[in-house]
Antibody
Framework: QVQLVQSGAEVKKPGASVKVSCKAS????????IHWVRQAPGQRLEWMGW????????KYSQKFQGRVTITRDTSAGTAHMELSSLRSEDTAVYYC????????????WGQGTPVTVSS | QSALTQPASVSGSPGQSITISCTGT?????????VSWYQRHPGRAPKVILY???NRPSGVSNRFSGSKSGNTASLTISGLQAEDEADYFC???????????FGTGTKVTVL
């Protein structure tokens, strides 16, 4: 079955870091890209960055530059998104999404990982 | 990054047609054919229902159709069914430093 399965909900304190994983199955992991998108309560979806799983190239939104790191483990078929220096405004549902490098849309999404930042 | 504007909610009775608009700018919707639409049921992963403005992925009902005029894209759901009750959001490729921008989301209610 073609799917992306994300890690479970996280609760973090301000200043901490969170690492969310996204395990792919049912397709050739290295042939596609993985993007990360988040949605804070009452807000729109927001693009955070992406990684070309095949060659490891990545790009981040300027908004998160310096705080976000996207990696992949090709042997495990898993992508990771780590966000550091968390603040309350980072409370959101974080999604991974699969992207074909020749297209401009996301053809498969993870179920989302809620991250709560609270003291 | 700017957002694409959608109505917060749209409702219709079973069998009716509804249309959801997605208004952007000349840097995104107006300049590219790369508008996609997603359906999200509560607690579930979003699912693409249209890409490149009007193309349906395999398995998506032909009750979903899309169009674009200027800076505004539209999603039409024909023959509304109870299972269509969900959140819908649009996305566009953009020429800005952030390659993808998303809509504000529309909650569709089937009366």
């Amino acid at each position: 079955q073609v799917q992306l399965v994300q890690s479970g909900a996280e609760v973090k304190k301000p200043g901490a870091s969170v690492k969310v994983s996204c395990k792919a199955s049912g397709y050739t992991f290295t042939n596609y890209a993985i993007h990360w998108v988040r949605q804070a309560p009452g807000q729109r979806l927001e693009w955070m960055g992406w990684i070309n799983v095949g060659n490891g190239n990545r790009k981040y939104s300027q908004k998160f530059q310096g705080r976000v790191t996207i990696t992949r483990d090709t042997s495990a078929g898993t992508a990771h998104m780590e966000l550091s220096s968390l603040r309350s405004e980072d409370t959101a549902v974080y999604y991974c999404a699969k992207h074909d490098n020749s297209d401009y849309y996301f053809d498969l999404w993870g179920q989302g990982t809620p991250v709560t930042v609270s003291s | 990054q700017s957002a694409l504007t959608q109505p917060a909610s749209v409702s219709g009775s079973p069998g009716q047609s509804i249309t959801i608009s997605c208004t952007g700018t000349s840097s995104d919707v107006g300049d590219y054919k790369y508008v996609s639409w997603y359906q999200r049921h509560p607690g579930r992963a979003p699912k693409v229902i249209l890409y490149d403005v009007s193309n349906r992925p395999s398995g998506v009902s032909n009750r979903f159709s899309g169009s674009k005029s200027g800076n505004t894209a539209s999603l039409t759901i024909s023959g509304l069914q109870a299972e269509d009750e969900a959140d819908y959001f649009c996305s566009s490729y953009t020429s800005t430093s952030t390659p993808y921008v998303f809509g504000t989301g529309t909650k569709v209610t089937v009366l």
